[in-house]
């Protein structure tokens, strides 16, 4: 069986990465990005990836959209940050992976807590007094926590409750005051997305300080030690669905659901300015490195784009729209436990508009059994139906503004699903209708049989139900209907459809998704 290593060690010898810079000191102008996506186009490139994004405003008026229509015309897969919702792009979704930065908090009375921390050195704070004060253990104040006494040797506990400030806040009163270490007990899911750490402390979590502070308030001279730079593998569950990354629907096209994918995106190793300050110890001392952890959707779209180009180069022929249904086919929406992925503010279910079709597998990506072409002729018939001026739609297909749009077609041959109900709660019964067509690139001679998972309150067909391929490259079609209605919850419900290979080589799953009517930029 091929893999994603046997691919990527012979692509070592071809892969001819670029770099295009279009944002400099004097500022970012739209004709600069134009210029560039538009040279990285003429230089025969296969993959564009754009960390780079403008929201609110519609697709005609979007650069980015405008220029990667463009580049997909020309047979060029353009991935990038979520918040860019064109139908054309390969919109990534960022995650958190199973890496655990940690600091291991040891008590005098022996208990050891693994909790967060990225202080960026090798501290030594070893059986250090440890302070619970209630007066200050908010530490939103530097003043108040310098009176603490030999506040410069001792570990302070700061505790977060609900209306307080954030835990980098807390870090930078406790920096400001000179203390020397800390323990934040806290909930707050942006600590783990964040590189920002000035002091020697450590993160634990509501449950594990209820235990510090037992042994703290028991203690005549309560006593701790913290380790640090400690990095873990295989952290559950993972991967989690960023807070920080930006949910659909597509305010810019309501019938192709966004985002598309999920990839890693939080404290992703990357090379950094040597000369550019990277991380702060206490208040002014400030550290540089060659590389840093980063995080965003931007990092995300890398692992996409260069996922991307893997699949590109085991299958050459493949258009940029196949490429993304085999790795949208083939993502996986389970989590490490094995359970639904979750969100990380809420710890609830993402649904696809928060992750797309799950988190990208790349092996499976490589031979996905099944895929869902679409042609830039595609694209340009979904134009057509969008009722745009004659000017705005040639601002967007460009060199195919003289198409004929004799055939407007708003449903797209897509590897997902999207319905509205209406949010005035008349729980009336709506009834949407979608064509798919789908390329057998596995077997030769192949049969799929469909498996339906539909949303809550909604029922879904599909005809045919079973598809029988008689050779490589075939092309079949079935119709796939909605019917739905809202609930009084307004919440966005999902399910799949799926088709099973009978001897089970390949599954290709579509996520179905049934949201709220949005309004439309």
């Known amino acids: 069986m091929l893999t994603s290593l046997d691919v990527l060690l012979e692509q070592q010898k071809v892969l001819h990465p670029k770099l295009y810079k279009f944002s400099v000191d004097e500022g970012e102008f739209a004709s600069d990005l134009i210029a560039a996506m538009d040279q990285a186009v003429a230089d025969g490139l296969d993959m564009i990836c754009i960390s780079y994004g403008w929201r609110f405003i519609p697709i005609y008026e979007d650069t980015i959209a405008i220029v990667a229509f463009g580049a997909m015309a020309k047979g060029v897969l353009v991935s990038a940050s979520v918040g860019n919702h064109c139908p054309g792009i390969f919109t990534v979704a960022s995650g958190h992976t199973d890496c655990w930065f940690s600091g291991t908090l040891t008590l005098g009375n022996g208990l050891k807590i693994k909790g967060w921390s990225l202080f960026p050195a090798r501290a030594i704070i070893d059986n250090w007094s440890v302070i619970y004060n209630k007066t200050v253990s908010a530490c939103d104040s530097a003043e108040l926590l310098a009176q603490e006494p030999d506040a410069g040797r001792s570990i302070i506990i700061c505790q977060r409750s609900a209306d307080a400030d954030e835990v980098s806040t807390q870090m930078n009163s406790v920096a400001e005051a000179r203390l020397g270490a800390a323990i934040f007990i806290s909930n707050d899911p942006a ?75 939080v404290l992703i190793l990357a090379t950094w300015a040597s000369n550019a300050m990277a991380a702060k110890i206490g208040a002014n001392i400030e550290l540089a490195t060659d590389y840093l952890l980063e995080s965003g959707t931007s990092m995300a779209a890398r692992h996409i784009a260069g996922i991307a180009a893997m699949v590109k ?106 319905a509205f109900f209406s949010p005035e709660g008349n729980f009336t019964w709506l009834e949407q209708k979608f064509r798919r067509t789908v390329t057998n690139v596995g077997s030769a001679a192949s049969t799929y049989r469909v498996k339906v998972k539909a949303p809550r309150n909604s029922t879904v067909s599909v005809s045919p139900q079973t598809l029988v391929f008689k050779k490589k490259n075939q092309r079949l079609s079935s119709s796939l209907t909605i019917r739905c209605r809202d609930d009084a919850e307004q919440k966005v419900q999902s399910g799949s459809i799926t088709w099973v290979e009978d001897n089970g080589n390949h599954t290709v799953r579509s996520r179905i998704v049934i949201s709220p009517e949005i309004e439309t930029w």
């Open 191 to 265: 600590i783990l997305r964040s590189i920002d750490f000035p002091n020697p402390g450590v993160v634990i979590t509501p449950k594990e300080g209820k235990q510090v502070l037992s042994y703290v308030t028991k203690t005549i001279e309560p006593k701790a030690s913290i380790s640090f730079l400690g990095t873990h593998l295989d952290s559950k569950p993972a991967p989690v669905v960023s807070g920080s990354s930006a949910r659909g629907p597509s305010r810019s096209y309501l019938r192709v659901a966004k985002p598309d994918i999920l990839a890693p995106g």
């Open 313 to 418: 180069g085991a299958h050459p022929d493949w258009s940029p729209s196949a490429i993304r249904s085999a790795m949208m086919t083939t993502a996986n929406p389970l989590d490490n436990t094995q359970k639904p992925i979750r969100n990380s503010e809420d710890n609830k279910p993402a649904t696809p508009l928060d992750m797309g079709a799950g988190h990208v597998d790349p092996n499976r990506a490589l031979d996905p059994g099944l895929i869902y072409d679409t042609t830039p002729e595609d694209y340009v018939n979904l134009l057509c139906s969008l009722n745009f001026t004659e000017e705005q739609f040639k601002t967007i297909a460009r060199s195919s503004a003289n198409h004929n749009c004799s055939n407007p077609s708003s449903d797209i041959n897509y590897p997902s699903f999207i």
